[in-house]
C-alpha cells in the first residue's frame, strides 16, 4: 500500500502541473504557489489523512502486526527511498536527453531559430514545488502519527538529509538558472511548514486513547488545550499580517524586500 501511495502521488503531481498550466498565471512565481498549494493539498489527503481514514472504516489495533505502525514507518520509507532514488537519477530527464541526443546530434541537420535549440537544449527548470511539497507533505505525516510511530520521525531526518544533498547537486549541477523565489514565497513555505505544530497536535488528540488505555479527563483537557493553542497559533501565523507576526513571535528572519517577477 505504501508504493501504491507514492505512485498515486505522483499521479496527483502530474495532474496539478497540468491544472496549473490550464490557468494561465501572470508570473512564474503566482503559478510555482499554486503549484504548491495544489499538491500539498492533494498529496496531504493521500498521504496523510487517507490511513487514518480507511482505519476508521475498518479498525485495527494501530500497534499490531498490520496496524498503523508499521503502515506509516513503510510509508515513510518507501516514499522516501523512492523519491530519493527518482531524484538522483532523474529517468525522466535522461530519457528526454536520449531523445535530444537523436533530434539534435552533430551529425543532424535541423533549421530551428537559436531560441528554439536554447529552449530545447538547456538543462529544465528546478522543480521547487515537487521539492517543498515533498519535505512539507512528510513532514505533517510524521507530525500527525508521532504519538503512535516516533521511530519515523529519525528516519525521516535520515531521508531529509540525503534529499537535500540531491536537490543541491540537481539544483546547481543539473538544472538551468533558478527563479527568484522572493520574500512571499519564502515567508509562504516556512507558514506551511509550521502547520506541523497543529498536525501533532491534531494526531496527538486523536491516537492518544489509542495509545494510552484508559486516559483520564486530565489528559483529555491537555490535548484540548494543545490542540486550542495550535489552532490559535496556526491562525495568527496564516492570518495577522506579518509586522504583528514578528512582534508577537518575536521573528528576528529577515527575507529579502524585493521579488523579481519572471513573466511566461
Known amino acids: ?11 496527483l503531481t502530474t495532474t496539478t502541473y497540468v491544472l496549473s498550466d490550464a490557468e494561465k498565471h501572470k508570473t512564474k512565481n503566482l503559478r510555482l504557489r499554486h503549484l504548491i498549494y495544489k499538491t500539498i493539498i492533494s498529496q496531504g489527503i493521500n498521504t496523510v489523512f487517507l490511513y487514518y481514514i480507511l482505519n476508521l472504516i475498518q479498525p485495527t489495533n494501530p500497534l499490531g502486526s498490520l496496524g498503523l505502525v508499521i503502515k506509516v514507518i513503510y510509508l515513510v520509507v518507501i516514499s522516501g527511498v523512492v523519491n530519493v532514488l527518482w531524484s ?18 552533430p551529425d543532424k541537420f535541423n533549421n530551428a531559430f537559436q531560441f528554439q535549440l536554447n529552449n530545447a537544449l538547456q538543462y529544465p527548470e528546478f522543480d521547487f514545488a515537487a521539492a517543498y511539497s515533498f519535505f512539507i507533505i512528510y513532514t505533517y505525516v510524521v507530525s500527525f502519527y508521532s504519538l503512535l510511530t516516533p521511530v519515523a520521525a529519525p528516519i525521516l531526518i535520515i531521508v531529509f538529509v540525503l534529499q537535500y544533498w540531491i536537490d543541491k547537486y540537481n539544483l546547481f549541477r543539473r538544472s538551468s538558472f533558478p527563479n527568484d523565489l522572493g520574500a512571499s514565497l519564502n515567508r509562504m513555505i516556512f507558514k506551511l511548514f509550521e502547520i506541523s505544530i497543529l498536525m501533532s497536535a491534531v494526531g496527538h488528540f486523536v491516537w492518544d486513547s489509542e495509545v494510552h488505555f484508559g486516559i483520564s479527563n486530565g489528559f483529555r483537557i491537555i490535548n484540548i488545550i494543545n490542540l486550542a493553542l495550535a489552532v490559535i497559533y496556526v491562525s495568527i501565523t496564516f492570518f495577522a499580517p506579518y509586522s504583528v507576526t514578528r512582534k508577537i513571535f518575536l521573528d528576528e528572519i529577515d527575507f529579502e524586500h524585493h521579488q523579481y517577477r519572471y513573466f511566461l
Do not use: A, E, H, V
Request: net charge positive.
Open 1 to 11: 500500500m505504501s508504493l501504491l501511495t507514492t505512485l498515486i502521488n505522483y499521479f
Open 88 to 105: 538522483l537519477f532523474m529517468p525522466t530527464q535522461l530519457l528526454f536527453d536520449c531523445l535530444k541526443r537523436r533530434k539534435y546530434g
